[in-house]
């Protein structure tokens, strides 16, 4: 990855890549460091005293049902959220790619709340949703639906569910539009003269040939649902109610900056970190899959 | 289109309506609620249709403060908020430019360390690290200031990455004739690199402004100062007293306000935003 034509050893590079070493010490490698050393201390709520006791934290949360629990809840959040996302968007985008006359328009309409930010995105729910106010509240109580998503565990895990999947159609669709219309257009026609309709092509060509978009997705998704959810989470539930929507990374910032229990949310952090590292390698080993195939 | 099928095709319109319509809706609900008043949006059910109180609901919210918020108006925050995102933006880009290209036209020790641990970055999320980077931040007494709410994100793997790839795609060529030339380093990467990867860099700051005005958790841990806050936040802090007395008019015209710049330059650089997103996360 060197250039074969190059310059030579100097103090330049060392400045050149000063700012960005310099910041990733001090807010990435030195932090993370200390997540990993506070994990292993447990403190009490006004830092005054501190003991070592490897790894008890790790063990408390083993032991510890509740966390358990936000597991089971997480994974079942980031499944729901990834295959509501990823099913709406590849239906929109099977459709889009049929259409010539148009295209654009429906693309530039369905991309925008890409933008939206995320905690916004949980106000706009919220409101839909108000018990007392909401239109989708009202709706719902004519049809013999009682909602309170602030009393309703399982109505408030589907409001953020929703919430988050919202926001995330946008993002799919564009990389399987993009995916879609990079087979070649041949493939369909041989496809269509030997009679297969659209739908037999759909299955038979058009989905296998973007697999690797779609587990691309499949962890864009799933890393979406663990991490930038926090703002709609936050906005629309706070974790509520009595922790139904309380995933990990909601429950590291509770435990850590509303319950002051600094070991066990470092704890948490670690595995977190883990997670992270773990889905980071099987994207990047994907990538690599991927320049097999072009 | 291989075949002519018009049933398939007015299908293929009618589903792209229907699925704009479910992710436009959220959007129209709330237009609607800032064009009504307060009393009005309490009334149950709540209008569909727009009222004639727009302009006085956006009066209020920009210059006048917002309960719950600390009384700032919401003008100020998006000011906070806009200059937060420039400042991360153009930090990133910076940054990444100039180690891309260290790493790419450089021999030196530690050049592969120097990768590695930029790539480390990617798998630290501020989500894993919140309590030690907030005290990292508290001890260099950056809460409640522009620096603290961006110096600890612009350091960017995917951004450095991006540049990397564009300067290997860069022909040897070039760097043999600027030197032929007598250019120095900085004056390759000034006159023909930058030039060159332009339509990149614009890409990325499309990605990287909406990325920064988006910024939630981070700017919530460190900024107690009212005048501080982004709009981001503010709404969510309107969302609390709304538990009081909700003036929900004036939260939806908050909410508008806060997703119109990043969704206006999601509309009209749509071309750079495409290629910003599919050109840094693959």
Known sequence: MLKRVHFGTSILPFLLVAPQIIITLVFFIWPASQALYQSLLIED???LSREFVWFENFIDLAGNGLYFDTFRRTAFFSVTVAGIAMASALVLAAM????IKGALTYRTLLIWPYAVAPVVAGALWVFMFDPTLGIFAYALNIIGVDWNHKLSGDQAMALVVMASAWKQIAYNFLFFIAAMQSIPKSLIEAAAIDGAGPVKRF?????????PTTFFLLVVNVVYAFFDTFGIIHAVTQGGPAKATEILVYKVFNDGFVGLDLGGSAAQSVILMIIVIALTVIQFRYIEKKVEYS | MIEHRPFITFLAHFTLIIGIAIVAFPIWVTFVAATHDAVRMT???LPMLPGDQFFINLK???FEGIGGAGGIPVGMMMLNSLVVALMIATGKIIISLLSAFAIVYFKFPFRMAFFWMIFLTLMLPVEVRILPTFEVVADLGMLNSFWGLSIPLI???TATFMFRQVFLTVPDEMLEAARVDGAGPMRFFFDI????SRTNIAA?????FIYGWNQYLWPLLITTDASMFTVVMGIKQMLEAAEQAPEWHLIMMTALLAMLPPVVVVLTMQRMFVKGLTETDK
């Open chain 1, 45 to 47: 709520a006004f830092g």
């Open chain 1, 96 to 99: 889009a790619d049929r259409i």
């Open chain 1, 203 to 211: 299955f038979t060509i058009i989905f296998p040939l973007i697999t």
């Open chain 2, 43 to 45: 009334q149950v059910p």
């Open chain 2, 60 to 62: 209020k919210a920009l």
């Open chain 2, 155 to 157: 350091a960017s793997a």
């Open chain 2, 193 to 196: 690199l930058l030039p060159l």
């Open chain 2, 204 to 208: 990325l700051f499309v990605i990287l």
